[in-house]
């Protein structure tokens, strides 16, 4: 079974940072394609990032320079280092994972339907 679990949330004051992690498990990580999505109370679903199976990343515009996406496959895990948080950046966080070797991973990853699986969310707050 295809397991995502998004932890690292938290409360931070704008300009300050955070790591999310992606505990993945139930598949072969090495297979599979990774994503970021966030949403906010009353706004649609965004796409923030996603690496693929190579280490090819891309990023919503939005986080471009603030935010980077790395993975650990050894730990099955992916993360999201944000820098410089704003509250915009104010969301539920959620991973997602598609099966397939992607040679370079662009804006396409940052579809939801692009995604077969997906797991609970983290919250990020950031107040001003």
């Known amino acids: 079974e295809v397991q995502l679990q998004a932890s690292g949330g938290g409360l931070v004051q704008a300009g300050g940072s955070l790591r999310l992690s992606c505990a993945a498990s139930?598949?072969?990580?090495?297979?599979?394609?990774i994503g970021w999505f966030r949403q906010a109370p009353g706004k649609e679903r965004e796409g923030v990032s996603c690496?693929?199976?190579?280490?090819?990343?891309a990023y919503a515009d939005s986080v471009k320079g603030r935010f980077t996406i790395s993975s650990d496959n050894a730990k099955n895990t992916v993360y999201l280092q944000m820098s410089s948080l704003k509250p915009e950046d104010t969301a539920v966080y959620y991973c997602?994972?598609?099966?397939?070797?992607?040679?370079?991973?662009?804006?396409?990853?940052?579809?939801?339907?692009?995604?077969?699986?997906w797991g609970q969310g983290t919250q990020v707050t950031v107040s001003s």
């Open positions: 139930g598949f072969t990580f090495d297979d599979y394609a």
């Open positions: 690496i693929s199976t190579t280490g090819s990343t």
């Open positions: 997602t994972a598609v099966p397939g070797v992607y040679s370079r991973i662009g804006v396409g990853g940052l579809l939801w339907g692009f995604y077969d699986y």
